[in-house]
């Protein structure tokens, strides 16, 4: 079996990301271990009917934020990687500042050290300099950061055609097989009038 991955809920909007991922990798069997921090459940509260325990059930396992001395907590423990799916700010500066002071930062930090893939689903709008400079800063450091955007190459008809199209970028970046969205093909109209 796979390592497991490592998914990270933070309080971005958006917290649907995350539990669309989780979904999708309970989906593809993929094993997932997860954590979210207090504004994380918040946010679920606020912009989902999901309980908390709806959301857990979607992890093989799950952690505290706050239990800094867990498994994902040591570069010793292996994993395929991690995806913070919805990252704050705060969290984004975390991980640009090497500051650990949550198990959300704290794996982060592992997955940079040990040169694992790390996915920033960073979520915010506009963006002042300061948040470009940090997401640069988590670049240079190794981080990959994903804002969800949409597409519509795809013919999106709903929210969630779009939701899923960013969640299947995601997977993609660790070659996990999907159809939550139609790839490019490379066709192109057949005139285009200007």
Known sequence: MALPLVIAITGASGVIYGVNLLKALKDNQQDVELVMSDAAIRSLHLETDLSLDDVKGLARHVYNNKDIGA????????????????????????????????????????????????ILMVRETPLHKGHLDLMSRCSDLG????????????????????????????LDQFDIDHDLYKRWNGQRPASITP
């Open 71 to 118: 498994a994902i907590a040591s570069g010793s423990y292996r994993t395929r990687g991690m995806i913070i799916a919805p990252c704050t700010i705060k969290t984004l500066s975390a991980v640009a500042h090497s500051y650990s002071d949550n198990l959300i930062s704290r794996a982060a930090d592992v997955m940079l050290k040990e040169k694992r893939r790390l």
């Open 143 to 170: 981080a990959t950061i994903m804002p969800p955007m949409p597409a519509f190459y795809h013919g999106p008809q709903t929210v969630q055609d779009i939701i899923d199209h960013s969640i299947g970028r995601v």
